[in-house]
């Protein structure tokens, strides 16, 4: 059973769906899940899961750079306000390297424009549909996702 989460709006996705289709069995893209809310992490690592994709979580950007989780993620997706660094740094530190989706509960003017500059794909704002983070994590591992120009919210 797929942990729920009122961060989570809608019903989880299906193996059905179009995030999984091109999800082959022998090939599971893992999906790095940076969040400290230690209820919502498990949620997204279920979703992820059910989707056909890897997934793993972390509870802050330094636990997810220790490891060799970045060297196995094939896309981030992170909270932006965490302890340490925050889901920012780690954009910066990702920036055309791997594609990075940012969730938040924040709505002050000028995180996605900032975020956008760091090539982040898109800002989340909690709760989120799943099925729109099912279609973000599709297009982010389409070729070239983490190398496009966000440049243009300046």
Do not use: W
């Not at 740094?89 to 938040?104: C, G």
């Not at 500059?117 to 989120?128: A, D, H, Q, R, Y």
């Amino acid at each position: 059973m797929i942990a729920s989460h009122p961060a989570i709006c809608g019903t989880h996705p299906t193996n059905g769906s179009i995030a999984a289709e091109g999800v082959r069995a022998a090939v599971r893209p893992m999906i790095a899940i940076v969040e400290d809310d230690e209820s919502l992490r498990p949620a997204l690592v279920d979703l992820i899961r059910s989707l056909g994709y890897g997934g793993e979580g972390f509870a802050t950007a330094e636990a997810f750079l220790a490891g060799d989780g970045a060297t196995r993620a094939a896309c981030i997706l992170t909270d932006y306000q965490l302890p340490g660094l925050s889901g920012l740094d780690l954009a910066a530190r990702f920036r055309n390297r791997l594609p990075v989706i940012l969730i938040t509960a924040r709505t002050e003017p000028g995180i996605a424009a900032l975020a956008a500059k760091l090539g982040v794909l898109e800002v989340l704002e909690k709760p989120f549909e799943a099925d729109h983070l099912a279609a973000l994590i599709a297009a982010a591992l389409m070729p070239g996702a983490a190398l496009q120009d966000n440049n243009d919210a300046d």
